[in-house]
């Protein structure tokens, strides 16, 4: 590196400083310094990309997944490898979280912070696995509203990068929900995906963690076996239940469809529980009785303002609730119906095929 002074200094000179710069890696380009005659060269060249080895995988812990104190950012700690290749101390590795938007595929990238674990992971395969921890910071106040899976990358030296839906099957580590620029923050672990997270940003007053009380972790389910529009009614005929709780004349059954709106706010229409004409306790192999698990309804549909409305079923037996979202596997679709001026449509979107109600 040359140095020239102006001409008016007495002692105007120019002068070599000998530099010893060490080269710097990232994930797909590597950055070499040299010094020629007192000149510093600086090469860079892109990385070629190796084909990981056949059956690798990722491997991952989750230690941590909570809020930072009373602020609006989520930590997540853990660690997570790609099987069959060394991840050793000197490793160049990064790790990262990513968002992605159910609806739009929108990828959002949370750069992680990666070092060493304490210890070696020894699973025999004649791998090191050591720098494999990583912690995320993810500040939920600047995630647009949506609907996201979690999904964990790993990029170690020149391989392809590997990545996992972020999942865990241990341990119980879901953030308390909490409201943030009048939207609801809400964690999820989803049991139908293996107990992969999702995070849903929506404005939507309902109150999951107080009214819903449940045995078991795993998601109710919902059958919608027709649904029809007309005249502005909407006739629906379907089946809710929660598992590990009996449905029976006796356990005082209740289903109830909640129509929350754009800004959050809720409508409740009950429905009409009764006896189902088919076995579900032998269809469905259950030890329990879910013959009373089928539900019917014909809503007025013109109480309901304009606007667009996600549908969620609150379905209740024998002292248990649980409020989840009302989706349309099937894809029973009914195209748009004209009543009195106004258009009714229910449509099916690519969140969990959850069924939403548009009026206009």
Not at 83 to 97: L, R
Not at 240 to 265: C, I, R
Not at 275 to 282: G, I, K, L, S, V
């Amino acid at each position: 590196m040359y140095s020239d002074y102006s001409s008016l200094i007495e002692y105007s000179d120019s002068r070599s400083l000998s530099l010893s710069v060490q080269d710097i890696e990232t994930n797909d380009k590597l950055f070499i310094f040299n010094v020629e005659e007192d000149m510093t060269w600086l090469t860079v060249e892109t990385k070629k990309i190796l084909e990981l080895p056949e059956g690798a995988n990722i491997a991952q812990l989750l230690e941590n997944f909570d809020y930072i104190h009373d602020s609006d950012v989520v930590s997540i700690k853990g660690m997570a490898y790609i099987t069959g290749i060394d991840a050793t101390q000197d490793t160049y590795i990064e790790h990262a979280i990513q968002l992605i938007n159910m609806q739009t595929k929108e990828v959002v990238e949370i750069p992680a912070t990666t070092t060493n674990c304490d210890f070696e992971i020894n699973l025999g395969d004649g791998f090191t696995y050591q720098r494999i921890s990583y912690q995320a910071d993810l500040d939920v106040s600047l995630i647009s509203s949506g609907c996201y899976t979690l999904k964990i990358v790993v990029r170690n030296g020149n391989y392809e990068e590997k990545s996992a839906y972020l999942m865990d099957q241990i341990n119980s580590f879901i953030p308390k929900i909490r409201d943030v620029n009048d939207y609801q923050i809400r964690f999820i672990k989803n049991s139908s995906s293996c107990y992969r997270y999702e995070l849903y940003v929506e404005r939507n007053k309902i109150d999951f963690d107080g009214l819903i009380s449940k045995p078991t972790k795993r998601n109710s389910n919902f059958g919608l076996e027709s649904s029809i529009l007309d005249n502005g009614i909407l006739s629906m005929v379907g089946i809710a239940w929660m598992y590990n709780v009996n449905f029976t004349s006796d356990t005082n059954v209740s289903h109830q469809l909640l129509f929350v709106d754009e800004k959050g706010n809720i409508i409740e229409k009950n429905a009409e529980t009764h006896a189902c004409e088919y076995n579900y306790n032998q269809l469905l192999n259950t030890i329990f009785d879910w013959s009373n698990i089928c539900f019917s309804t014909n809503i007025d549909l013109s109480e309901l303002e304009k606007g667009i409305y996600t549908i969620y079923m609150n379905v209740s037996s024998d002292g248990f609730r649980d409020i989840y979202e009302v989706n349309n596997m099937y894809k029973i679709q009914i195209k748009e119906v004209e009543y009195e001026g106004r258009v009714y449509s229910l449509s099916t979107t690519n969140v969990r095929d959850r069924l939403v109600l548009t009026i206009k």
